[in-house]
């Protein structure tokens, strides 16, 4: 299964791009990458996703290496809104079903 | 509107008790997940679905039962044999599990206290 490994916390300035990194190293060649984000209390909610082109969407865009061993979100305007957990997932294959393992993702602060 | 309702937000429940949380997608997804998440840690997952009368269990799924008759609705119960049930309850659905290429819709949660 891939794993990611992310940083615990990031700070980042009001208007300012947030860049969140994801490591992804074991990833295999069918593997998406996710990003989803949860903001204090609630459910996670779905950013953005891809497989080795780099993807953009009004929310952010997804940076993908050429190795796709590792990828980097974009938020390029970062408002307080944004301040939330970031979570980096690759999804895998379990017992025959295809999960989306949860790790600790990262937390964002922006600052005003 | 398209979605998925969890319910109750808030649930309280004594010691030795069993209590069922509701899950319930209008989304027309054939899989349904159930995760548990802890303050200050991830999602964990406890049991999921990918098609109507079936179902697996997760990482944690000690303590827990689902059942799945029908395709919107995929309830969760934590029994009395689960140890330390209070938590944060998290119900997410998506399309048919061969489709790699899909995103997972989730719930509002669910938090459940035991005094």
């Known amino acids: 299964d891939a794993k990611t490994t992310q940083p615990p916390s990031m700070d980042c300035a009001e208007g300012r791009a947030a860049n969140l990194p994801c490591n992804h190293s074991?990833?295999?060649?069918?593997?998406?990458v996710y990003w989803y984000r949860q903001i204090h209390s609630q459910g996670p909610q779905y950013i953005i996703h891809?497989?080795?082109n780099n993807e953009t969407n009004e929310m952010a865009s997804l940076i993908i290496t050429e190795d796709r061993k590792s990828s980097t979100l974009i938020l390029p305007h970062a408002t307080l809104r944004d301040t939330a957990v970031y979570y980096c997932i690759v999804r895998v294959d379990w017992a025959g079903s295809y999960q989306l393992t949860f790790g600790k993702g990262t937390k964002l602060s922006v600052i005003p | 509107d398209g979605g998925i309702t969890q319910s109750p937000k808030y649930l309280f429940r004594k010691e030795g008790q069993n209590v069922t949380l509701s899950c319930e997608q209008n989304l027309n997804h054939d899989a349904m997940y159930w995760y548990r998440q802890d303050p200050g840690q991830g999602l964990r997952l406890i049991y999921y679905?990918?098609?109507?009368?079936?179902?697996q269990k997760g990482d944690i799924a000690e303590g827990y039962s689902v059942s799945r008759e029908k395709k919107e609705s995929f309830p969760l119960t934590v029994t009395s044999a689960q140890k330390n049930p209070t938590a944060f309850y998290l119900c997410?659905?998506?399309?048919?599990?061969?489709?790699?290429?899909?995103?997972?819709?989730f719930g509002q949660g669910t938090r459940l206290t035991v005094v």
């Open positions: 891809g497989l080795k």
């Open positions: 679905s990918q098609i109507v009368n079936d179902f």
């Open positions: 997410a659905s998506s399309t048919r599990k061969t489709v790699l290429n899909t995103e997972a819709f």
């Open positions: 074991t990833i295999s060649g069918n593997e998406y």
